[in-house]
């Protein structure tokens, strides 16, 4: 490790000169905490296809992908054209415009749940808001999230993320004692806290793969029990698909669950690397943000940039193309087992691997297969950390430390081939050795 911290430092003289300037004017250094590492992050000046460039010109290829959210690569060509086209026309409109009602008709096309759209700048705010249209909906007060489920900041739904799940993730929240928590991945155990709400329970917001929480698929069984359970309290299904919509396939993952929720929350994607949320839900329950229906009414503020110009094109120029070339899906899909497969190989005996689609995690110390958040937090953190730094500093590969890797259309079998064959090479301490609790976000 410590040569892998001189071979960086080595490597990075400006991104240390200019993340100390950094330092001095924003707390930490960053804006959201995930981004720093140690001893500090390299700052980007450019990215391109797989690639990002820091200030010293060396480049990385990125399996970070703007939080997962560029699944065509940075600075698609595609992308890039639609986005500069609008820019010329203005970004900024705070009006009603068509290239909103553009990417809505891809969304509504492909995601039958979404009869009506509303946009956010955030998933933060997606979330927050499909909470609260539950509550406005049902009349009721409380809404249960899954065990190591995020769904961003809100000061309410940021509870049991992070290992042991029951105490604070931190000062200055508050409304989490309207938030209850049900396991992941075990249908009784989420069934039979369910029914103890049921009386008060709004509804129920879970993600199809535990994204910040681990990589961790949710089994269609599990969803379609929580589903089922939620329905006989007559509180909301809330799927957050804000990492998994038009990721895994062309719409959301739940289709092929056999499931009908009431609202689904996206981002990412859906904006082509641009900010963006949207909570999207059956036609009946929207209504409730309607400002004319006073009676009752969520207020779901959508916010000054909600629906900006060059979110909708560089997000509808995203879905046309994966609409238009649904062989991405194959290629990008393909990629991820290819990744999964070569790592689990390469570090064999080190770390087990969870994902699917285009999405991998490695769990270093894992004693069987990582299915629920708690199995994947007793994993050695620090060593995954250590892992992902290390081919940082002398491979030119990036995944933010301690984070799930995505694969986006940009990259190659070769590749995934040499992050498998750097993994191979890395030698990552055994577990135990300065292990410390490393939060997942
Ligand atoms: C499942 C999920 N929900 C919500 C969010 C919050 O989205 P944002 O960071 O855009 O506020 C995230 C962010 O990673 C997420 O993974």
Redesign the pocket.
């Known amino acids: 490790m410590d040569e892998d911290v001189r071979e960086y430092r080595r490597r990075t003289p400006g991104s240390a000169r200019i993340f100390a300037k950094s330092a001095r004017m924003h707390v930490g250094g960053v804006s959201h905490n995930i981004r720093y590492f140690e001893p500090y992050p390299f700052v980007t000046r450019s990215s391109a296809g797989r690639s990002l460039t820091d200030v010293d010109g060396n480049r990385y290829t990125d399996y970070w992908m703007g939080?997962w959210s560029l699944v065509l690569g940075h600075a698609d060509p595609g992308v890039t054209r639609e986005l500069a086209s609008q820019v010329r026309s203005g970004w900024m409109y705070g009006t009603v415009n068509e290239q909103t009602i553009r990417l809505s008709t891809l969304i509504s096309g492909a995601v039958p749940a979404a009869e009506k759209t509303r946009y956010t700048a955030?998933?933060?705010?997606a979330?927050m808001y499909a909470a609260r249209i539950a509550r406005a909906h049902t009349g009721r007060r409380i809404i249960a999230k899954a065990e190591g489920g995020?769904?961003?900041?809100a000061s309410d739904l940021l509870k049991s993320v992070n290992r042991p799940f029951d105490v604070p993730e931190g000062a200055g929240m508050g409304g989490q004692e309207e938030i209850v928590t049900i396991p992941y991945n075990d249908p009784q155990g989420a069934a039979d806290v369910l029914r103890r709400h049921a009386g008060d329970l709004a509804g129920v917001v879970v993600?199809p793969l535990l994204?910040?929480g681990g990589c961790i698929p949710a089994e269609p069984d599990y969803l379609r029990a929580v589903q089922e359970a939620a329905s006989k309290c007559g509180a909301l299904f809330i799927l957050?698909e804000?990492?998994t919509g038009f990721r895994l396939r062309y719409g959301c993952a739940y289709e092929k669950m056999g499931l009908d929720p009431d609202i689904v929350?996206l981002?990412?994607i859906i904006g082509g690397g641009m900010p963006i949320?949207a909570i999207c839900g059956k036609e009946e329950v929207m209504r409730r943000a309607d400002d004319g229906d006073r009676e009752g009414r969520a207020y779901v503020g959508g916010g000054t940039f909600s629906a900006n110009p060059a979110s909708m094109v560089a997000g509808a120029a995203t879905l046309g193309r994966l609409k238009s070339d649904r062989a991405v899906y194959g290629r990008i899909n393909e990629l991820g087992g290819r990744a999964r497969d070569g790592l689990e190989r390469a570090l064999a005996g080190r770390a087990r691997v969870t994902g699917t689609g285009s999405l991998f995690m490695a769990h270093f110390g894992a004693d069987g297969p990582v299915d629920d958040p708690a199995k994947a937090a007793a994993c050695d953190r620090e060593a995954l950390r250590r892992y992902h730094f290390g081919m940082i500093a002398r491979d030119g590969i990036f995944i933010l430390p301690g984070k799930m890797g995505a694969v986006s259309d940009a990259h190659s079998r070769r590749d995934i081939d040499q992050m498998v064959a750097a993994s191979e090479r890395s030698g990552v301490p055994p577990r135990g050795q300065g292990r410390k609790d490393v939060p997942v976000v």
């Open positions: 939080h955030s998933g933060t705010e979330v995020w769904h961003g900041y993600e994204g910040g957050d804000i990492v929350t981002g990412k949320g």
